[in-house]
């Protein structure tokens, strides 16, 4: 099942943005791009979610290709606590097909001081 | 925003007995709960799907006799381990969609259980 690829881990360093690729080149047109987070030994963390826009909360921002095959998660000033495992998901639109959420191996992104 | 919460948050049992894991939407309802189970290393597995009122799915390879699901309430589901051995032991993680909403899952904190 897995629609995504991410790299495997990336180091970033303090206050310095982090940036995740996630390529999901066959993202159909009903299927959203969402970022989760788990930092260690906790549940995952919703941050954000889009469909062909760009998109931005308090937490990052979401660059999604025009082709709409590939993904950055940008988390503009990273701090130690942004330490975490970071997976990029594909899913259907809510209520259109099944609502779980298929995890892959996801990006251990580590903050260096 | 959604609050799940879980409880235990980590339980220590003996082999052959059973687990209860409570799974709690503070300040929403949620007309499904899913339930995941993650080993050491490893990412997230989807074990069932629960609807409230309903019998729960469950995925392939999960066992429904072993991994007893109850979702009396709109914000309660239970996952009852059974004759809990060794190779159960595991990070158990709920998660909850808000009824009549349509974009997000919200985790709980997850219970690690351990059989002896």
């Known amino acids: 099942d897995a629609k995504t690829t991410q790299p495997p881990s990336m180091d970033c360093a303090e206050g310095r943005a982090a940036n995740l690729p996630c390529n999901h080149s066959t993202i159909s047109g009903n299927e959203y791009v969402y970022w989760y987070r788990q930092i260690h030994s906790q549940g995952p963390q919703y941050i954000i979610h889009g469909l062909k826009n760009n998109e931005t909360n308090e937490m990052a921002s979401l660059i999604i290709t025009e082709d709409r095959k590939s993904s950055t998660l940008i988390l503009p000033h990273a701090t130690l606590r942004d330490t975490a495992v970071y997976y990029c998901i594909v899913r259907p639109e809510w209520g259109t097909g099944a609502n779980n959420l298929f995890f892959g191996t996801g990006t251990r992104l580590t903050v260096i001081p | 925003g959604a609050v799940v919460s879980q409880h235990p948050s980590r339980v220590i049992c003996k082999s052959g007995t059973s687990v209860k894991i409570e799974c709690r939407s503070l300040d929403f309802q949620a007309t499904t709960m899913f339930w995941y189970r993650q080993f050491p290393k490893q990412s997230l597995m989807l074990m069932a799907t629960s609807n409230e009122g309903s019998k729960a799915t469950y995925e392939q390879g999960v066992e429904k006799d072993k991994f007893l699901i109850n979702h009396a309430s709109l914000t309660l589901s239970t996952l009852t381990v059974t004759s809990a051995h060794p190779e159960d032991s595991s990070f158990y993680i709920c998660?909850?969609?808000?009824?009549?909403?349509?974009?997000?899952?919200?985790f709980g904190p997850g219970t690690r259980l351990l059989v002896l």
């Open positions: 998660s909850a969609e808000l009824a009549g909403g349509r974009e997000t899952q919200y």
